[in-house]
Nanobody, 124 residues
Framework: VQLQASGGGLVQAGGSLRLSCAASGSSFSIAYMSWYSQAPGKERELVAGISSSGESTYYSDTVKGRFAISRNNAKSTVDLQMNSLQPEDSAVYYC??????????????????WGQGTQVTVSS
């Protein structure tokens, strides 16, 4: 799987952006997909995640109620709708995939794939 993120940009506080991540390869439908953010001088942190079926989602406390993650397995895309953006949301956002596979012993392992980042800048 290869990931290509898009949709970042400059927006005023209170505005919205929609990030999209397009995946190539045949494993997208079984992958757990996530969006991470990394602000300058800070560690990369998990923003939102979605299960392979789309039935289960996760949001960090800082974005809960403002961001929404969704996926389309037929199109191999995962989106992050970001509303009520604040300057502290400014960061590079990365798309991430965890693809399960069975190792030699039959245990489940995960292959991780990162997309290139897309810059989100929120002005006050």
């Amino acid at each position: 799987v290869q990931l290509q993120a898009s949709g970042g940009g400059l927006v005023q506080a209170g505005g919205s952006l929609r990030l999209s991540c397009a995946a190539s390869g045949s494993s997208f439908s079984i992958a757990y997909m996530s969006w991470y953010s990394q602000a300058p001088g800070k560690e990369r942190e998990l923003v939102a995640g979605i299960s392979s079926s789309g039935e289960s989602t996760y949001y960090s406390d800082t974005v809960k109620g403002r961001f929404a993650i969704s996926r389309n397995n037929a199109k191999s895309t995962v989106d992050l709708q970001m509303n009520s953006l604040q300057p502290e949301d400014s960061a590079v956002y990365y798309c991430h995939a965890e693809i399960p596979y069975r190792d030699y012993f039959g245990d489940t392992e995960y292959h991780e794939v990162w997309g290139q980042g897309t810059q989100v800048t929120v002005s006050s």
